[in-house]
């Protein structure tokens, strides 16, 4: 960073630079309590640390923009998923990626307990039940009620995972158009599917009760689950750039896709996570190219540039790695026209 700037600045300047990361660099606290992976962004008047659930390879670039490129990869949507854990009971619902999840905050029409979702419809609620003494002390208990036990419970559960399902999938599934992951005991999993419309629901499932796990194992068990389907969106949006480029609505040239990027004609641009590309966009009219030197602090990598464009011109990008890519060229473009 110091050589960088120094093509620029003076040595005060770029001093003053360089101190907010002096003193992260000496700050124990947040080194001892770091996640996996840390990003820092600095320019005048912003200094701005963002701890991330994944390792990063170690970067240091100096630009006239962020480079932002290895958070997209963690942020995009392509393997994104949804968790519901699930009981008899109660509910949680977590989102995250490979990496990590997160519980998210259910909004106050989502039901989270059966009490909330069936209410004054709850069967087992008006089943009475006497306790009589046993032999050794212990007590054992007569249901009396409009059924046996065992049926109402089940009605009751039926009832509930079908109000569940309909508001997972109202709220957070048709919204976000994430999988979602059921993580529930078996008996809980064939019936769940049972009563379920939600079209992006996972076959499989996580036979466990919910509780039992830490988020960071659940996260495991459900990207065990989910990598396949993954895949599944790789190889169709490898698919789909090789049907484009034969048709004339796509291409690997980063001039060509540098021309379509200023013009808002990319539809999806597939970058590859681990490549840079030292050439600057010039024109932001034409689209023209130069190649420079990484070293110049005005030059970024035209991969994260160019995205950041793409993005801008309502465009979607996908960061894949190396041997996922369709091309070599280090990105891959499907044109909308």
């Not at 480079?67 to 008899?88: A, E, I, N």
């Not at 509910?91 to 307990?113: C, M, Q, Y």
């Not at 049926?151 to 999938?169: K, L, P, Q, W």
């Not at 004609?265 to 009219?285: K, M, Q």
Request: zero cysteines; aromatic letters at 8%; proline letters at 4%.
């Amino acid at each position: 960073m110091k050589e960088s700037l120094l093509q620029k600045y003076s040595d005060g300047e770029v001093q003053k630079h360089l101190e907010p990361f002096e003193t992260l660099a000496d700050d124990n606290n947040t080194w001892n309590h770091t996640i996996d992976g840390l990003a820092v962004f600095s320019a005048t008047g912003l200094f701005k640390v963002v701890g991330v659930n994944k390792s990063f390879e170690e970067l240091a670039l100096v630009a006239d923009s962020f480079h932002t490129k290895p958070l997209w990869q963690y942020l995009q949507s392509l393997d994104r998923f949804h968790v519901l854990g699930l009981t008899l009971h109660d509910i949680r619902l977590f989102e995250g990626n490979r990496h990590s999840l997160t519980e998210v905050e259910l909004t106050a029409d989502t039901p989270k307990t059966i009490t909330e979702a069936l209410g004054d419809e709850l069967t087992d609620k008006h089943t009475t039940v006497a306790s009589y003494g046993g032999s050794g002390g212990e007590s054992s208990s007569t249901h009396h009620g409009h059924g046996g036990r065992k049926e109402e419970t089940e009605i009751d559960a039926e009832r509930f995972f079908r109000v569940v399902a309909n508001a997972i999938y109202e709220q957070y599934t048709k919204p976000s158009g994430w999988p979602l992951i059921l993580a529930a005991l078996s008996e809980h999993q064939s019936l769940f599917q049972k009563v379920n419309k939600n079209p992006l629901l996972l076959t499989n499932g996580i036979a466990i009760d919910p509780s039992s796990v830490s988020p960071d194992k659940l996260a495991n068990m459900a990207w065990e689950i989910m990598e396949p389907e993954y895949n599944l969106k790789l190889d169709s949006l490898v698919s789909i750039f090789e049907q484009a480029r034969v048709n004339g609505k796509g291409s690997d040239d980063y001039k060509e896709v540098a021309v379509a990027a200023v013009e808002g004609r990319v539809d999806t641009l597939i970058v590859e996570a681990d490549r840079i590309i030292p050439v600057r966009i010039t024109n932001l009219v034409t689209g023209n190219t130069q190649k420079k030197d990484m070293i110049n602090p005005k030059v970024d990598d035209l991969l994260d540039d160019m995205g950041e464009l793409v993005m801008k011109m309502g465009g979607q990008v996908m960061v894949l790695p190396t041997g996922k890519m369709p091309s070599e060229t280090g990105l891959a473009a499907i044109f909308r026209y």
